[in-house]
């Protein structure tokens, strides 16, 4: 099976600052990679696919890259509702798999 | 718009049966595959099992196979997850997800829209 591995695992940042966060696949998945979004109680929200392609409705402030086995998401000017969980996932081969979440507070 | 009824979710007792139903609408069920994702409490997310638009392909995590049956009516717009032998551990947030279309790549692998998900516990 394919692990990935997000860093970091939580990160503090404050309104208008810039993140970054990190996903590394243990094998090379070319760009089968997607980005999530996710609030408490609520479902995950598909942001990323084909590692950075938009989804449609998802404003130009989330932006991503990476292909083979690194690869990030870069969120900017962060605004309060930006404030969740992250996850990456690989569909380059079954069993998909996520990466563990990177939980986004304000700091 | 994309929308859904998620159905079937509730207390079961181990060794029990779950049938859980996602009713989809707003696009063209059969023409896309659909999955099962679920995340225990406090956890995170854990892919379950895909299905081809056909529903002639199926694909299940090693920790469901053999247990958990996905099945679709496309006539129905429906997704079915059978689930039997069930164990405390499979006690979660049970989510379907659309899969998207990349027309740059013909790549049908990735979710793009998700239901909002229904609680399956597993307990005495």
């Known amino acids: 099976d394919i692990q990935m591995t997000q860093s970091p695992s939580s990160v503090s940042a404050s309104e208008g600052d810039r993140v970054t966060i990190t996903c590394r696949a243990s094998q090379g998945i070319s760009n089968y990679l997607a980005w999530f979004q996710q609030k408490p109680g609520k479902a995950p929200k598909s942001l990323i696919y084909?590692?950075?392609s938009l989804q449609s409705g998802v404003p130009s402030k989330f932006s991503a890259s990476g292909s083979g086995t690194d690869f990030t998401l870069t969120i900017s000017s962060l605004q309060p509702e930006d404030f969740a969980t992250y996850y990456c996932q690989q569909y380059n081969s079954y069993p998909y798999t996520f990466g563990q979440g990177t939980k986004l507070e304000i700091k | 718009e994309v929308q859904w009824l998620e159905s079937g979710g509730g207390l079961v007792q181990p060794g029990g049966s779950l049938r859980l139903s996602c009713a989809a609408s707003g696009f063209t069920f059969s023409s896309y595959g659909m999955s099962w994702v679920r995340q225990a409490p406090g956890k995170g997310l854990e892919w379950v099992s895909t299905?081809?638009?056909?529903?002639?392909?199926?694909y299940y995590a090693d920790s469901v196979k053999g247990r958990f049956t996905i099945a679709r009516d496309n006539s129905k717009n429906t997704l079915y997850l059978h689930m039997n032998s069930l164990r405390a551990e499979d006690t979660a947030v049970y989510y379907c997800?659309?899969?998207?279309?990349?027309?740059?790549?013909?790549?049908?692998?990735?979710?793009?829209?998700w239901g909002q998900g229904t609680l399956v516990t597993v307990s005495s």
């Open positions: 299905i081809d638009r056909s529903g002639a392909g199926t």
């Open positions: 084909a590692a950075s």
């Open positions: 997800a659309k899969h998207g279309y990349d027309i740059l790549t013909g790549s049908r692998g990735h979710f793009d829209y």
